[in-house]
């Protein structure tokens, strides 16, 4: 399938549901300043530094509190999403949003304004963090009245050190001044607490072996899954693939299939050993759906698409609970390969099952992700990392947007050689990984 702003490679949809906390909006000044310009916000039950008042513009917190992660560009990186929601009887156009440390409002960690809200005429880059519900890009940077946009945060410090406990949001708008009609006005407020150093990432070990493995789909873009895979389930929305990937081999020359591209067997990718990342239990598995055809994604197929369900969405799959709240989670298996149940333990390195192409796949991967629970339908994404890969380049987003539906060509433009040897990072989206045999 050919990846557009329109159509997705490997789209999966989403499945997970997280706790939503909401916070109300504040005031409509701007407390840019280091002291709590908004005075005693003990009376109203708001932490030190959210403004107080009407805000026509609320914005609430999706999904649990989050952690930060090193990624393959040595940076660490923290990946969130928020809902805003027009409450005034005024148009609410929003000019800016801004990331700043709620113990230090005055220090900025990401801003957001122009084509970064809302941009038609982008499909890569920086651009359409705003999100018509439940994640396409919204068409501009208005939110009429009763409605609401979901909208993707993500940004890099240097170190992990450097990611503040919890972040507040700057948004400016012309907005309604208060609850009456009026004309739209220029309005600022900070507000929504978000707790962003929760936790740290959990070390695993890679899910696969050998070298060649693309990481399709990885974060923390915009233009790609999963980071966008927003959708409303369990009464909330929620994304419990923002920190997935879709794991796809080439060969040494770049191409991901040799021979018939319509024989599934002719793609490097499959039938690849899949290994348990970490000790732990089978929380349940599926391994009961036929291979798919290369080339065709089941949700784009009427026919097809009507047979998806949330429990079968990702083909045969295997979950995996790791304790401490953590849950692995690897799907389009091969059906019959998956050499455990429910209830069996696992040790790192164990073989459980083998690559495939079923479910809502149009070609041979791996999705694995990391969720805190043991529901598709009911978890939250969780970042984490890998304890050693080797770095080997990157393959232009540009080309696999450009491709047809099979990933046709050589991708290896920017394949390095000499490749790096990493340690506790997660691989960026379209990285090129070895991993250790």
Request: hydrophobic content about 40%.
């Amino acid at each position: 399938m050919r990846i557009n702003r329109h159509r997705t490679l490997f789209a999966t949809v989403a499945v997970a549901a997280a706790l939503a906390l909401t916070v109300a909006g504040c005031s409509s000044s701007d407390d840019s300043s280091d002291d709590n310009s908004a005075g005693d916000n003990s009376t109203y039950g708001l932490p030190a530094n959210v403004t107080s008042g009407f805000t026509a513009v609320t914005v609430e917190n999706l999904g649990s509190p989050t952690f930060p992660f090193v990624g393959s560009d040595g940076r660490a990186h923290v990946a969130y999403a928020l809902q805003l929601t027009n409450a005034g009887l005024a148009p609410a156009t929003l000019t800016k949003v801004e990331v700043v440390d709620a113990s230090k409002p005055s220090a900025v960690l990401a801003s957001y304004s122009g084509p970064a809200l809302s941009d038609p005429k982008c499909e890569t880059g920086e651009c359409n963090r705003l999100r018509v519900l439940p994640s396409t890009p919204a068409p501009d940077a208005v939110i009429p009245p009763g409605q609401s946009r979901a909208f993707l945060v993500d940004f890099a410090v240097d170190q992990v050190s450097d990611v503040p406990q919890t972040v507040l949001h700057r948004i400016s708008a012309k907005a309604s001044a208060n609850p009456g009609p009026g004309a739209p006005v220029d309005v600022t407020y900070t507000v929504a607490p978000k707790e962003v150093a929760a936790g740290t990432a959990r070390v695993i070990s890679p899910p696969l072996r050998g070298t060649n493995w693309l990481a399709q789909n990885g974060c923390c873009g915009t233009d790609f899954p999963h980071v966008t895979s927003l959708a409303p389930l369990s009464g909330a929305l929620s994304n419990s693939q923002r920190f997935a990937i879709d794991w796809m081999r080439t060969d040494d020359q770049g191409r991901f299939y040799d021979g018939d591209k319509n024989n599934n067997d002719s793609y490097l990718s499959y039938g690849e050993n899949i290994y348990a990342v970490a000790d732990g239990t089978v929380s349940s598995t599926l391994d009961d759906m036929d291979a798919n055809a290369p080339g065709v994604l089941p949700a784009s197929d009427p026919v097809l698409a009507a047979k998806l369900t949330i429990e079968n969405v990702d083909g045969n799959h295997i979950i995996l609970d790791l304790g401490n709240g953590t849950w692995a989670m690897y799907a389009h298996l091969q059906k019959g390969s998956l050499q455990v149940k429910a209830g069996d333990k696992v040790k790192k390195g164990q073989v459980i099952a083998k690559l495939g192409n079923t479910g809502n796949s149009n070609a041979p991967h791996l999705h694995f992700q990391l969720m805190n629970g043991p529901d598709l339908a009911g978890s939250d994404g969780l970042p984490y990392v890998f304890d050693t890969f080797d770095y080997a380049g990157y393959v232009d987003p540009a080309a696999i947007r450009v491709a047809d539906d099979f990933l046709t060509g050589d991708y290896f433009a920017h394949h390095s050689t000499t490749p790096q040897t990493r340690t506790d990072q997660l691989p960026l989206n379209e990285s090129i990984v070895n991993f250790a045999n």
